[in-house]
Each structure stands twice: as structure tokens, then as C-alpha cells.
């Protein structure tokens, strides 16, 4: 990797950091949801970077992949356990960061995330394969009487591309792909109360573009356009301007151009909590970048 790029990534994921920070700081019994998500994604446009996905807010059995939708009226509760999960590119580079705003007493789940990260983060070194990193977080989450989410993983990072190889399961699998010195990996193990399986719900409001075609809808365009803007990176339903985005967007799924981000969730009345740091590997460990 070149000096150029490291510093694009070191950047990315200091203000990724400090972004995490004082967007979680927001959360709070009461707090609207849309306020926090709008708030916390300025901070990052302020700074004259750009996000790398839109701001992941989801609470309690939802893991992944929610985000305020337009005019959103929902608030915390009291007893909330709220994942927000950030990332930033600096010329395509990514920092993907993320953390559990624990609004009950759910400390011991917490903790299960947030060791099962360091623990993997103490071992990435060169040679050493996914799957040794997988059966860590495992064991971690597990003795503290949790279940790691097996359908979620971290993965690799590429310039404008959030999931490069390898990807770093949270469970123990045998052998998988070595980890090797130059890669740029989001770590982020997922600790839940329920199965450790998420499935998908209906609600959607998160998309990517999967090819580029030429589409005449008006609506669409827009659609288009919006991706464009991100460099073909995710996009929120709630940053197109059009007030046909709706309509635009189910033809674009529909026709394979784009895909869509449902809201991953483990069973009713469960609890998931996610911890996330991007490192970068050097030949005898690694760097975060987003500490
Ligand atoms: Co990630």
C-alpha cells in the first residue's frame, strides 16, 4: 500500500471515530431517531469527507441495515439497545466503525461484542486464517452465555468497495483465507440473546446499484443520479430527491439494477449488540484505524 493510500485510510478513520463518538452521545431515551441519523451524517459532510454508507441505526432484535427513512418518527426508548454503525471514504478509502448505546442493563451482552473485537484485533497478523479469527470471537461471546451471529461477517476494504475478500466469520470454521500484510479489514462480531441467525424483514431503506443500465423513468434517473453521487457505494431511500422514489425504486430492484439492504433481525424479543473497527495489516500485527 502506498503512503498516499494509508493516509487516506488513517483519516477516513479518525474522523470515523470521532463521528462514532459524538453520534452515540446523541442517543437517548426520548432522541429522535431521523434527528440522530441526519445530525451524525453532517458531522461527516462538515468535515468535507463523505460517507461510505448511510448512517446504520438499529435497535434491540434488529442487527443490520436500518436507517432512518424519510419524515421517520420513531424515538428511543427506555431499555433500547441501539447499534450504530458508521462509515466514511477519503478518496474511496473506507473506515467502517461501529458500536452498541446500551439504553438498559445490558452490560454483560455488550461486553460480549466488544471482547470478542479486541481479541480478534489482538491476533490479525499476517498468516493466520479467518477462521482462527472466527472460533476467537466465538469462544468469547459464547462464555459469556451469548450466541455470535453466524450469517454476519466482517470483510475486506477496497477503494469504493466496502466488501472486498477476505470476510471474517464470527464462528469457527476450518481453514478459510489467510490474512495477509496491506489488507484493510472491518472486524465486527455480533452478540445476541436469540438463535445467532438473522433473517430479513420487509422493511428497506438502504440500496445499491449492482450494474449500470439506461433507464427513462424520470424517477429513476434520479435514482440513478444518487448513486452516481456516492460512487456506487449504498444509498438511503431518504437521499433521493424525488417524490416518486418509491415507485422508482421497487422497478430498479425489480429489473436487478439495484439491490436492497432489508433490516436484519434475530428473533422477537431478542437482543444483538455489534462492535466494529477497521484495521489495516502490517507484517507483524496491524493498525486500527478507527480507535
Ligand atoms: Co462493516
Avoid at 129 to 146: D, K, N, P
Avoid at 268 to 279: A, D, P, R, Y
Wanted: hydrophobic share 40%; glycine share 8%; net charge negative.
Amino acid at each position: 500500500m502506498n503512503e498516499e493510500t494509508t493516509e487516506d485510510y488513517l483519516a477516513a478513520g479518525r474522523l470515523a471515530a470521532e463521528v462514532l463518538r459524538n453520534g452515540a452521545a446523541r442517543i437517548s431515551p426520548g432522541a429522535s431517531l431521523l434527528e440522530v441519523v441526519e445530525c451524525t451524517e453532517a458531522m461527516v459532510t462538515d468535515e468535507g469527507a463523505a460517507l461510505a454508507f448511510p448512517l446504520n441505526i438499529s435497535s434491540n432484535e434488529d442487527a443490520a441495515h436500518d436507517t432512518a427513512s424519510p419524515g421517520d418518527e420513531r424515538t428511543f426508548s427506555k431499555h433500547d439497545l441501539v447499534k450504530i454503525d458508521l462509515g466514511i471514504q477519503v478518496n474511496g478509502y473506507i473506515a467502517d466503525t461501529a458500536m452498541t448505546v446500551d439504553l438498559g442493563k445490558n452490560d454483560l451482552l455488550v461486553e460480549a461484542s466488544r471482547a470478542a473485537l479486541e481479541s480478534a484485533i489482538a491476533m490479525i497478523r499476517p498468516g493466520i486464517t479467518v477462521g482462527e479469527v472466527g472460533a476467537v470471537v466465538q469462544q468469547e461471546i459464547e462464555r459469556r452465555g451469548y450466541r455470535p451471529v453466524a450469517n454476519l461477517t466482517g470483510h475486506g476494504l477496497a477503494q469504493y468497495n466496502l466488501h472486498a475478500p477476505p470476510s471474517i466469520p464470527n464462528i469457527a470454521v476450518s481453514g478459510g483465507a489467510v490474512i495477509e500484510e496491506g489488507m484493510v479489514i472491518a472486524i465486527e462480531p455480533f452478540a445476541t440473546t436469540g438463535t445467532g441467525h438473522v433473517s430479513e424483514r420487509s422493511r428497506v431503506e438502504i440500496f445499491q446499484q449492482l450494474v449500470v443500465k439506461p433507464v427513462r423513468m424520470k424517477s429513476a434517473r434520479q435514482v440513478m443520479e444518487t448513486s452516481r453521487r456516492v460512487h456506487g457505494l449504498p444509498f438511503a431511500r431518504r437521499w433521493i430527491r424525488s417524490d416518486k422514489a418509491d415507485i422508482a425504486l421497487r422497478s430498479l430492484v425489480r429489473s436487478n439494477i439495484l439491490r436492497p439492504f432489508p433490516v436484519l433481525h434475530d428473533v422477537e424479543g431478542s437482543l444483538v449488540s455489534q462492535h466494529e473497527h477497521t484495521v489495516i495489516v502490517t507484517s507483524d500485527g496491524c493498525i486500527i484505524t478507527t480507535r
